[in-house]
């Protein structure tokens, strides 16, 4: 059976530190899919990244970077100099191939003090 | 490009009456539609899915139903709602051929039943 686990439920740190929220997933699919979403105080899912298990090559977009290890079956996510923007709801999901729907992790409450 | 309407944004009913959250997709074709519902500082509970018009799927047997008469509306319906059904509720869509693909959810509807 497919699991998210997202074992920190919250995260408080001071402006410009880096933060990383670990995700840990479970599956017996070869092929999966694997996704970060961020949730800001307005309440709507935004999507941030999709990355398929095939993949490995960390992925960097700004402050933020992707750390997949399927060794360890994490999907880690990273925010570099952290704003107070960056405050939301982050949740983890993954999907195995076929699957008509998305297994979430309960998500990790970040909070960027100024 | 796409974008996802639900309405209404906020709603607040008494216990015992009817509901009825709709949700449109524009911009694209044969998407696969969901219902999510997300009790207050918690994860996201899925509650059904539709992969083609008339075709729902529930994951949670429960007091709500949904249907889906167009191939990019959704609604979500109950005949009597309970104090258990408040919570925040999010349509969400993705490209037909399974969730592979990213998952975009819409803004949201704040139910509180009193």
């Known amino acids: 059976a497919q699991k998210v686990t997202q074992a920190q439920t919250e995260i408080s740190v001071v402006e410009k530190e880096d933060v990383t929220l670990d995700c840990v997933y479970e599956?017996?699919?070869?092929?999966?899919?694997l996704f970060w979403y961020k949730q800001p105080p307005s309440g709507e899912l935004v999507f941030l990244i999709r990355?398929?298990?095939?993949?490995?090559q960390n992925e960097i977009s700004g402050r933020y970077s992707w750390n997949f290890q399927k060794s360890t079956s994490s999907f880690n996510f990273t925010i570099t100099a952290s704003q107070v923007v960056d405050s939301a709801v982050y949740f983890c999901?993954?999907?195995?191939?076929?699957?008509?729907?998305?297994?979430f992790g309960q998500g990790t409450r970040l909070t960027i003090n100024p | 490009s796409q974008t996802i309407h639900q309405w209404p944004a906020t709603l607040v009913q008494p216990v015992g009456s009817p509901l009825s959250l709709e949700c449109t997709v524009e911009?694209?074709?044969?998407?696969?539609l969901y219902w999510y519902r997300q009790a207050a500082g918690r994860g996201l509970q899925l509650l059904f899915y539709?992969?083609?018009?008339?075709?729902i799927s529930s994951e949670v047997p429960q007091n709500l139903s949904a249907s889906r008469p167009q191939d990019r509306q959704f609604i979500l319906s109950s005949k009597k709602l309970l104090l258990s059904d408040s919570g925040f509720y999010l349509c969400?869509?993705?490209?037909?051929?399974?969730?592979?693909?990213?998952?975009?959810f819409g803004p949201g509807t704040r139910l509180t039943v009193t």
């Open positions: 999901a993954l999907s195995d191939e076929g699957a008509q729907k998305l297994v």
């Open positions: 990355r398929n298990s095939f993949d490995e």
């Open positions: 539709s992969v083609g018009i008339g075709q």
């Open positions: 911009g694209t074709s044969n998407p696969n």
């Open positions: 969400a869509w993705t490209r037909g051929q399974g969730s592979s693909y990213e998952q975009y």
């Open positions: 599956t017996r699919d070869t092929t999966y899919y």
